[in-house]
Structures are given as structure tokens and as C-alpha cells.
């Protein structure tokens, strides 16, 4: 199984910070990474597919990064609506697997 | 616009069964794969397993192979999940989602979560 070591496993931020999200996987899966954003109660939202690609309708603060084995989710100036839960997911392999969660608190 | 829609929290018995549902709309259900994950308590996301309505191929994540069967009925564009006998470790929130595979492989839409509590 490729394993998705994701860090910080939380933090606390104010409202404009840049925030970054960082995901190390076990082996090299060129873009294969996506980011997702969950709330309680809410379904899943998908923010970037293929390490660096905004999904339409997701707003131009968040970003992604990456290739290999080290990615990035960058949220470039913090909203309130941003506060929540965030995912890495890789589907390079045949068994898909998501990080351990980043929660994204207020300050 | 698309959607998919789950069927509703259940509460139920360790060794009852249960088949939990995903209707999709607003997009041509047999051609995209859905995927069910799931979150327990407390817990971060795990894939399941997936299915391609047009056919029913279905694949399993090692983990879940055995424990669920997923399913799907084309003519009402309806995805199931099913257990044969709940365990109180079965308790979680599961998911549906779509898949897209135009670059890489991503869930583009997810179901709004059923919640699934097994207590004696």
C-alpha cells in the first residue's frame, strides 16, 4: 500500500493567514494526488485534482503543488468558510488511499 | 446539475443487515464509476470499493473484500452498499462519490454521508 503521511495533523489560524498542508507519500506517484475539504454534516468537497489542479468553482485561494513524493495545499488568505477538515488522497495505485486529515481551526 | 443523494441514518443491531443507497442525477449514471468511502468516528476516510453501473464491474479494497457488497441498479441510477451482518464496528458515516478519470482519478461529486450506528 502507498502510505500518505500528512502534517499538521491540525493547527490554528486567523482569518487572512497562509496556510500550508503538506503530504509525503511512501513511494513516487507523479501527480496522482487530490485534496479534498470536509465539514460535519456537509458532503465532501473536492479542492485540487492532480496535485495542482482547481476543480471549477473552487475559489483561487486555494492551491496545489507537487510531484513524486511531496505535496502542497496552500490556502493563500484564510475565510471563515475555511475552517475544516483536509484530506490528501492518491490514486496512483490500484488500492486508493487518503491521508490521516489535517483540521484547520480558528485561532 | 449533479447530485448524489443518500438514503438516511440507520440504526441497527450487531448481526442485522443492512443496504444503504446512492441515487444519482443530472448526469449519465452508467458512464462514471461511484465509489463508497467510509469515516469512523473520530477517524479519517477510507476507500471501499467502487462500481461501474453500465456492467456492474465492481472492485474491492483488500480491506473491505468480504465484509460488503456493493451493487448498482442502472434503471433507477442507484448505487447500494450492504452488509449481511452488522458488527458495532461497522458503526461510521459512509459516503458515495463519482469518480473522474479525465486527468488522474478523482471523486468530483460525494453524497451528503449516512450514518450508520450498530449498538446493542
Known amino acids: 500500500d502507498i502510505q500518505m503521511t500528512q502534517s499538521p495533523s491540525s493547527l490554528s489560524a486567523s482569518v487572512g493567514d497562509r496556510v500550508t498542508i503538506t503530504c509525503r507519500t511512501s513511494q513516487r506517484i507523479t501527480t496522482y494526488v487530490n485534496w479534498y475539504q470536509l465539514k460535519p454534516g456537509k458532503a465532501p468537497k473536492l479542492l485540487i485534482y492532480a496535485a495542482s489542479n482547481l476543480q471549477p468553482g473552487v475559489p483561487s485561494r486555494f492551491s496545489g503543488r507537487g510531484s513524486g513524493t511531496d505535496f502542497t495545499l496552500t490556502i493563500s488568505s484564510l475565510q471563515p468558510e475555511d475552517f475544516a477538515t483536509y484530506y490528501c488522497q492518491q490514486t496512483y495505485s490500484t488500492l486508493w488511499t487518503f491521508g490521516h486529515g489535517t483540521k484547520v481551526e480558528i485561532k | 446539475e449533479v447530485q448524489l443523494v443518500q438514503s438516511g441514518a440507520e440504526v441497527k443491531k450487531p448481526g442485522e443487515s443492512l443496504k444503504i443507497s446512492c441515487k444519482g442525477s443530472g448526469y449519465t449514471f452508467n458512464n462514471y464509476w461511484v465509489a463508497w468511502v467510509r469515516q469512523m468516528p473520530g477517524k479519517g476516510l477510507e476507500w471501499m470499493g467502487i462500481?461501474?453501473?453500465?456492467?456492474?464491474?465492481?472492485r474491492y479494497s483488500p480491506s473491505f473484500q468480504g465484509q460488503v457488497t456493493i451493487s448498482a441498479d442502472k434503471s433507477i441510477t442507484t448505487a447500494y452498499l450492504q452488509w449481511r451482518s452488522l458488527k458495532p464496528s461497522d458503526t461510521a458515516i459512509y459516503y458515495c462519490?463519482?469518480?473522474?478519470?479525465?486527468?488522474?482519478?478523482?471523486?468530483?461529486?460525494w453524497g451528503q454521508g449516512t450514518l450508520v450506528t450498530v449498538s446493542s
Open positions: 462500481i461501474y453501473p453500465a456492467d456492474s464491474d465492481t
Open positions: 462519490a463519482r469518480l473522474e478519470d479525465i486527468v488522474g482519478a478523482y471523486f468530483d461529486y
